[in-house]
């Protein structure tokens, strides 16, 4: 995909990045993809876990073009080293439309659905361990088949960067559900940009080319003030600055939501876009997603 010029190489004759206006803690930097070492760093992160102030201490970063983000690294597929990162496979965010992303995940998924009363390889253990699950039309009630479109933007109820700032330190705090946080910087344009930069493979069972979902996060920067967070080997959190304020806000964004990422529907705690959005979206200053 098309990128800025990377100012990460210049770290390895100056770790602290002081040539960059930064004073940076000491870290690394990240060159390993799934095809061997990248041409050059994708990324730099600290050697120690994250704490509350971190991530305002980098906001002098945006300036040399590098954008924060947490980085889980204590997890069982540990950091972004053995992360199977892709950045070859990635397209650029900008030569996608949102609507028309979402609206293809959305008919793919009604499509490929089967309904309650059908009968499927497997569907005896599914049943016996997830319990009877919700036809298709009682799942994305209040919508049907055909995609709804995109939800209206929402007023900016707080700053998306004290916004993104605030659930940063939140997710470093100890006893946060990430195990071992750490702040990384990444060369990118847009925050939305940063799992295609990266090459992130968290989507791989729903989207290969995640720059695609990246059009749909750049959409939600517009549309939302949501900024990219924090990434696992398969998770993505954002911070959200507007926040849909009504039930039918709500349902709205939740519908996109189910489109970029059914399971956090269809495997997730609540499992019908209508409870989804009243449990997860409304007044949510940050929305979570999770690919099997």
């Not at 911070?239 to 709500?250: D, I, K, M, N």
Request: charged share 25%; glycine share 8%; with cysteine.
């Amino acid at each position: 995909m098309a990128t800025l010029p990377n100012p990460l190489p210049r770290l390895t004759a100056d770790p602290s990045g002081r040539a960059l206006g930064l004073d940076l803690p000491a870290g690394r930097l990240i060159d390993a993809t799934n095809d061997g070492p990248w041409h050059e760093p994708l990324l730099w992160h600290a050697e120690d876990r994250a704490a509350p102030g971190d991530w305002a201490a980098l906001s002098a970063a945006r300036t040399s073009g590098l954008l924060p983000v947490l980085l889980e690294v204590g997890g069982p597929q540990r950091g972004p080293e053995d992360w199977e990162l892709m950045p070859g496979e990635m397209s650029y965010p900008g030569d996608h439309d949102a609507d028309e992303v979402l609206a293809e995940f959305w008919e793919e998924y009604g499509a490929d659905e089967p309904g309650p009363d059908q009968d499927y390889r497997g569907k005896e253990k599914v049943v016996e361990i997830f319990g009877e699950r919700p036809g298709l039309d009682e799942t994305i009630a209040p919508y049907g088949p055909i995609w709804p479109g995109l939800a209206a933007a929402g007023p900016l109820a707080a700053d998306p960067e004290a916004r993104a700032a605030e659930m940063a330190d939140s997710l470093a705090q100890p006893g946060s559900w990430l195990k071992e946080p750490r702040v990384a910087l990444v060369p990118a344009r847009r925050s939305a940009d940063i799992p295609a930069v990266l090459g992130w493979s968290g989507p791989l069972n729903h989207e290969n080319d995640v720059a695609r979902l990246c059009a749909v996060l750049r959409s939600w920067e517009d549309r939302f003030g949501i900024r990219v967070v924090a990434l696992t080997f398969d998770q993505l959190v954002l911070s959200v600055a507007a926040p849909p304020a009504t039930v039918a806000e709500a349902e709205a964004v939740a519908a996109e939501h189910f489109a970029f990422c059914p399971d956090n529907i269809a495997q997730g705690d609540h499992q019908t876009l209508r409870e989804y959005a009243e449990h997860e979206v409304l007044n949510e200053r940050v929305w979570s997603f999770w690919w099997d």
